[in-house]
T-cell receptor
Framework: GAVVSQHPSRVICKSGTSVKIECRSL??????MFWYRQFPKQSLMLMAT?????????EQGVEKDKFLINHASLTLSTLTVTSAHPEDSSFYIC?????????????FGAGTRLSVL | GDSVTQMEGPVTLSEEAFLTINCTYT??????LFWYVQYPGEGLQLLLK?????DKGSNKGFEATYRKETTSFHLEKGSVQVSDSAVYFC????????????FGAGTRLFVKA
């Protein structure tokens, strides 16, 4: 089945630094990818929709200057947490739908656990 | 807007017990319905899906039936195993919003040996 690779799986950084997370669709093209944030023992909160070749669409309350999204190719989207602070510590997950074979099914990356010291 | 409500956890069962996790939804139109499972420290995996009313999704002994009349998609398994311990998310996705997926809050399942 379709595979989405997310990297890194875990990152620890100092407050004030920026962190980039990559999301790749390995065997299908993804014109759209989704970025979620998950707090401990809570559900996934959609942060933004990443669109290949155009600007990302952010959900209400998500700072676009804080969470920069770039979708430069049909297989890669990146999320950069700029000037990270401890409150940004969370589990970030990306997903992509395989629009050709299975429109509504989301294939998820394994997630990135960000810890900001 | 669209939403998903699922029973709160945690749910604790003994091995071989019957499992039901309730899920109801609110949506315009006719969304597709999903159950995803998340094992500790991992991302989500699709467990099963149903795309129209009366469809039954099934996988690994789990089943759920798309009930339009009650707007429900309850997850069931006849005999759970320790390895089923995980968090289960009910979700929907429709044609509106560009196939965005809306998730329920998740239900944590613990299965004791």
């Amino acid at each position: 089945g379709a595979v989405v690779s997310q990297h890194p799986s875990r990152v620890i950084c100092k407050s004030g630094t920026s962190v980039k997370i990559e999301c790749r669709s390995l065997d299908f093209q993804a014109t759209t990818m989704f970025w979620y944030r998950q707090f401990p023992k809570q559900s996934l909160m959609l942060m933004a929709t990443s669109n290949e070749g155009s600007k990302a669409t952010y959900e209400q309350g998500v700072e676009k200057d804080k969470f920069l999204i770039n979708h430069a190719s049909l297989t890669l989207s990146t999320l950069t947490v700029t000037s990270a602070h401890p409150e940004d510590s969370s589990f970030y997950i990306c997903s992509a739908p395989d629009r050709v074979l299975a429109k509504n099914i989301q294939y998820f990356g394994a997630g990135t656990r960000l810890s900001v010291l | 807007g669209d939403s998903v409500t699922q029973m709160e956890g945690p749910v604790t069962l003994s091995e071989e017990a019957f499992l039901t996790i309730n899920c109801t939804y609110t949506a315009t139109g006719y969304p597709s319905l999903f159950w995803y499972v998340q094992y500790p420290g991992e991302g989500l995996q699709l467990l099963l899906k149903a795309t129209k009313a009366d469809d039954k999704g099934s996988n690994k002994g789990f089943e759920a039936t798309y009930r339009k009349e009650t707007t429900s998609f309850h997850l069931e398994k006849g005999s759970v195993q320790v390895s089923d311990s995980a968090v289960y998310f009910c979700a929907l996705s429709g044609h509106t919003g560009g196939f965005k997926t809306i998730f329920g809050a998740g239900t944590r399942l613990f299965v004791k040996a």
